[in-house]
C-alpha cells in the first residue's frame, strides 16, 4: 500500500474545517498546514514562531492562525500565528530574524527578558 501524497493526507478536523474558511482555496490551505504540522503530534506549529496554533480560536485572536507567504514571489505557503504574519509582511525574512535578535537584546539589556530560552509559551495579553 503506498503512502498517500501530501495533499490527500488527512488533517485533525478542526484543521480540515479551518482549511475551508477565508480567500484561499481549501487545496491552497491544506498545504501550508501540511508544512507545519509535526508529524509525531499531529500538532501544527508556526512556520517561524513553532507556537502551536489553534484553528477553533476566534479569528481576531494574536494566536489565530493565518497563511504566510515565505516571500512575495514564493509559491511556498505556511502558517503562522496572526501576530507574526502581521510582522512578517512589512519584512523579509533575514530583517525578520534581525528585528526578533534586537528586541530579545534590547529586553535582556532593560532587564525585561531574564531567560529567553525558558519563555517556551509565550501568549500576547491582549489581542486585535
Known amino acids: 500500500m503506498s503512502n498517500p501524497s501530501k495533499e490527500q493526507a488527512n488533517l485533525p478536523k478542526n484543521w480540515e474545517i479551518w482549511c475551508k474558511k477565508g480567500k484561499y482555496s481549501p487545496g491552497v490551505k491544506r498545504k501550508a498546514v ?9 500538532e501544527v ?6 507556537f502551536i496554533l489553534d ?3 476566534d479569528y481576531k485572536k494574536s494566536l489565530y492562525p493565518s497563511i504566510e507567504h515565505l516571500t512575495p514571489k514564493d509559491k511556498k505557503l505556511v502558517v503562522e500565528a496572526r501576530i507574526i504574519n502581521d510582522m512578517k509582511s512589512h519584512l523579509d525574512e533575514r530583517e525578520f530574524w ?6 530579545c537584546a534590547v529586553g535582556i ?5 531574564k531567560n529567553p530560552s525558558k519563555n517556551k509559551h509565550w501568549k500576547p495579553k491582549r489581542d486585535y
Not at 501540511?34 to 499531529?42: G, H, P, S
Not at 506549529?45 to 513553532?50: E, H, Q, T
Not at 534581525?98 to 528586541?103: G, K, P, R, T, W
Not at 539589556?109 to 527578558?113: A, L, M, T, W
Request: aromatic share 6%; proline share 3%.
Open 55 to 57: 484553528p477553533t480560536l
Open 34 to 42: 501540511l508544512n507545519c504540522i509535526d508529524k509525531k503530534t499531529n
Open 45 to 50: 506549529r508556526g512556520y517561524f514562531s513553532n
Open 109 to 113: 539589556q532593560k532587564g525585561e527578558i
Open 98 to 103: 534581525e528585528a526578533v535578535c534586537h528586541l
